[in-house]
């Protein structure tokens, strides 16, 4: 039997083999995209590529994506368990052209694939095309009988990505699983698409959905491909559903063992089986890729996710946490293929365990509270309670109207939707608005017309550059009068912009008298530099040539804290274990906040243990290095810190203290000496298992040990007790 992950390989072997590059998965995660709530296809890691905004050394591409379809366009969450093809978490196998092949060797690679890797019957599959896609029809007639071959309008043959973005018609290959599977007789008539499975769908990419509704056509014709690698392996290992391949069969032997019931398809418990197989996989990926179940956006969507596994938990009996006893047969599984499972195995068990935990509190709360609404009630339950059993509770409508069932009770469905549809559209308002899309838009227009804008990382702070535009008013203008305030964007710039948690550097841009002070530096879009600040002195305009000089001291202070930030991080991984790992931090002149995972308090021996250990490190004066390594070699680097929920490019880069390396964008200071000394000001909780440091250096240092000493001082004058 071929096994999930000889496909994958195969799969992406061939297409090597047809001079494409294999990019590694992207998280599921996609931190630097807020239009998209997870990474729902193989093509999104390319959405620049085919907007043409930026390029890849690669004209050809094939991947193994991690995918997540909940929430969003596309979204998958209610179909789990109940179908023999959804799944809220799955891979796509995907080959990509960049404005190089077209439709002919896509349909011809796909066939190939099918018929060779696959090895599918030929005469079991049938082909949609996009309706008015006569070329498409076409170029399928080479390899397939016209019988076969059928036209589907715009609702399912025509792709986009969401809202906005790359778009194209597409078509789909679908394996005849037989009659046995519905009386269907074609995919366009089969609307429970149970038995024209289809497995790969071929997107034309032409166009680039704006945020106004309109198409405009992309730079070049572009092909995306994407084939759910659990529904190939269906028909592959001849299972009558994907949760009977291999890795999600694999899952649910571990959850019959945890059980002690056995799995039996159809039967009423089998969906439960179904459901906690995938949300596992699903929430363990999304959590080794930095998300936390919350109560916003995507934290908040995994968040349901986890309630959803819960409920379907209680009806195989478990009635306290049990993903995380699961997680290490997913590991087993699924770890040698993706690593970040195996680094970020305890967050996830513990993230996991106290979500849930959480959960099952809130279901024994949510029964009580439901009991006293039935009491309360004469012939119907509310709207506004069964969404508040829903919403402040968790407590599902499903389960509410089951209960009121045998208390004879109707539910308000009506109101209990009309309040629901007002609680998305709130938090549909809260995620990115079309301003902003139409604003990236407008840098992504600005980068194509001048480039990126250049960082000079090293040297004296100082650096002679162009003004490229000057923003104020949020309109783009040719010059700034003295007194105004505004944004300008040089071509060359030493200011280091607001990122990874380091503040932006402040400074001056002049030419001649003219003097424009920058208060901070952001970076509103990939590879713009926008120095926010005031013009003090004269006037700035486009085209004028300034001198950009950063304030050297505080830049020093900063750099200093964000070297403390590692020595931090290591110190902390060194007294507290390995599964310390970094979420969240902000590194500015006078001090620096660390979160990191941790389930409990520090004491005084730890707090005073990782402070002795980061000063023994600045006492020794390391001297700092860095350097560039392809992505790639960075990753096999277990010597090397790296979070997988983040998005790092092709070449990342390395600061080197010998014992710690991480990857970091950031400035840091020379030698380890200039930090001067360290002390921790704070430690607390900030989040169910995360813990925050707040940190000082050098002079802020000495502040806070002078100022105990103070205390010290009165204290001893007011109980008149010497101190020695
Ligand atoms: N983007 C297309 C899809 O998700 C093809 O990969 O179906």
Redesign the pocket.
Known sequence: MQHTHDVRKHFLDYFRQQGHAIIASSPVAPLDDPSLLFT????NQFKDVFLGKSVRDYQRAATSQKCIRVGGK?NDLENVGHTARHLTFFE?L?NFSFGEYFKEKAIQFAWEVSTNIFKFNPEFLWISVFEKDDEAYQLWTKFIPESRIVRIGEKDNF?A?GDTGPCGP?SELFYDKGAQFGSATNPANDLSGERFMEFW???FMQYNKRADGTLEPLPKPSI???AGLERVMSLIQGKENVFETDVLRGIIASIEELSQIPYVAHDARAPAFCVIADHLRCLSFAIADGVQPSNVERGYVLRKVLRRAVRYGKMLGFEKPFLALLLPRLIEIMGKDYKELIIAKERIADVLTQEEEAFFRTLKRGGNILNQIIENSKEQISGSDAFKLKDTYGFPLEEVQLIAKDYDLQVDIKGFETLEREAKEKSRAAQKSTSQVAEENLYADFIAKHGQCLFVRDGSGVVTGKVLAIVSDGQFRDCLEEGQEGMVILDKSGFYAEMGGQVGDSGEITSGPNCFSVATVQSPFKGVIAHIGKQTQGRLSVHDTVEGAIDKTRRQRIANNHTATHLLHWALRQVLGEHTKQTGSVVDESRLRFDFNHPKALTEEEIRAIELMCNEKIRANIALSTYELPYEEAQKREDIMQFFGEKYGNVVRVVDINFSKELCGGTHTSHTGNIGYFRIAKESSIAAGIRRIEAVTGHEAESIAYQSDRTLQELSTLLKTPLS
Do not use: E, I, R, S
Not at 40 to 43: E, I, L, P, V, Y
């Open positions: 729902n296809a193989g093509m596309h796509m995907g792709w990505m597409c769908n071929l997107v995306d491909t994407g």
